[in-house]
Every structure is written in C-alpha cells, then in structure tokens.
C-alpha cells in the first residue's frame, strides 16, 4: 500500500484565518514534504522533514508553518494568507530521503 | 542547483500511435530520474524510476525510458497510445542527499481517439 492521506480535500479561507493541513501515512516512511503546486504548473518543493526533523525549509514565508508531531503525520499550519498562495498543496512521502517519493491527493486551497 | 527541462508543452497524439516526451536534466553529481503522471483530477503517480543499473527502464502501462548519461537525457517513451493516456506528464529529478524533487514543467498529453 502506497497511500497517503491529505484532509481536507478543499479549503477556503479569508487573509486573517489560522487553518491547518494534515497529512498521514502509514507505510513506515521517515521523510515527508510539503510541495506548492499552481494550476498548470509542477510542484515546487516547501519543506522535507526527516526522522522527524525539517531539514529543508525551500525560503517558505513564515505565514507557512510546518510541524511533523510523529513519523506518521505531517501539518502545514496556514496563517495570514495572500490571494496569491492560492493552491494545490501536496504532501509527500518516502521511506528514506534517497527514496521514491509517493504523493497525496493534495488539499486544494482558494485564499479570499 | 539542479533542473529538469522537458521539450514539449503540449503534445496531441491519435490512438495506437507511438510517444516519445524529452527530458533533460542538469545536475553535477549522481541523480535518481522519475517519470510522474497526473490523470485529470487525480494525483500524482509514480509512472517508473531509474537510480543505478540497467539504464532502460520499465514502468507502469507499457512506458518506459532511457536515461542517456553522455546527453543528460531520460526520455519516455511507449510504442502504443490510448486514450486512457491522456494526462499531464512530468520529468522530476533528485540528487543523492535529503532533498526533494525537482520537476519539468510538464507535457499535456491529449490522445484522440
């Protein structure tokens, strides 16, 4: 089983809302990302926690707030949003950070 | 930093016949090379990988591709379209430490049927 979870699946939210994304996997995979993906657009790379540390933060504005509270789960807490940010937000993950990386379904996100 | 460049945008393809999407790729040390596949509305899929070994690879579907060290290069490729094929398709690359994916802007692919 390849599955990873995002909720929600749909998000609007107002520039002075806090919400937050989760994504859960139980494959036993110790290294999660947060990709941005625009419409017509790739992903880019966010964040990637390994073992349960960030070890990457791609120059993400601090209104993004990434927490990996155990190697199951990872959020994305939301804060202070731009119309701009609107986007698919896609979580990732992979047995180790060398490894293949298999995606969500994403959580589509419109900022009013 | 490394990039992935793949050649064609759009491509527009009839049923049954062949696919070959270009993707080059710079980086200056050992990479793992990925073909992901988008169908409308759902998510990205893992469609094959290289990483070490045999440099043609076989995926998912009937795909496959060939990572050509010397140009760079790991095109996909399948001999025989479908319609189900239609999707959005993405070269992506990773280097060898703790870091995420790369990707191409990505090809749409449209089979008539």
């Known amino acids: 089983d390849t599955e990873v979870t995002q909720t929600p699946k749909h998000l609007v939210m107002g520039m002075t809302n806090k919400k937050s994304l989760k994504c859960e996997q139980h494959?036993?995979?110790?290294?999660m990302y947060w990709y941005k993906q625009k419409a017509k657009k790739p992903p880019e790379l966010m964040f990637v926690?390994?073992?349960?540390?960030?070890?990457i933060n791609e120059s993400v504005p601090s209104r993004f707030s990434p927490e990996c509270p155990n190697s199951s789960l990872l959020n994305l807490h939301l804060h202070a949003l731009q119309p701009e940010d609107s986007a698919l937000y896609l979580c990732?993950?992979?047995?180790?950070?060398?490894?293949?990386?298999?995606f969500g379904p994403g959580t589509r996100l419109l900022v009013l | 930093a490394q990039s992935v460049s793949q050649h064609n945008h759009h491509v527009i393809l009839s049923e049954a016949a062949s696919l070959e999407l270009g993707c080059n790729y710079s980086?200056?040390?050992?990479?793992?090379l990925f073909w992901y596949v988008q169908y409308p509305g759902q998510h990205l899929q893992l469609l094959l990988k290289?990483?070490?070994?045999?440099?043609l690879v076989k995926g998912i579907k009937g795909f496959e591709a060939e990572f050509i060290k010397s140009k760079f290069s790991f095109n996909l490729r399948k001999p025989s379209v479908q319609w189900s094929d239609t999707a959005e398709y993405f070269c992506?690359?990773?280097?060898?430490?703790?870091?995420?994916?790369?990707f191409g802007k990505g090809t749409h692919l449209i089979i008539q049927p």
């Open positions: 980086y200056g040390g050992t990479v793992n």
């Open positions: 290289y990483f070490s070994g045999d440099p």
């Open positions: 990732a993950s992979s047995q180790e950070s060398w490894e293949t990386q298999y």
């Open positions: 494959m036993g995979h110790r290294a």
């Open positions: 926690y390994s073992y349960e540390k960030l070890s």
């Open positions: 992506a690359v990773k280097g060898g430490g703790a870091d995420g994916l790369t």
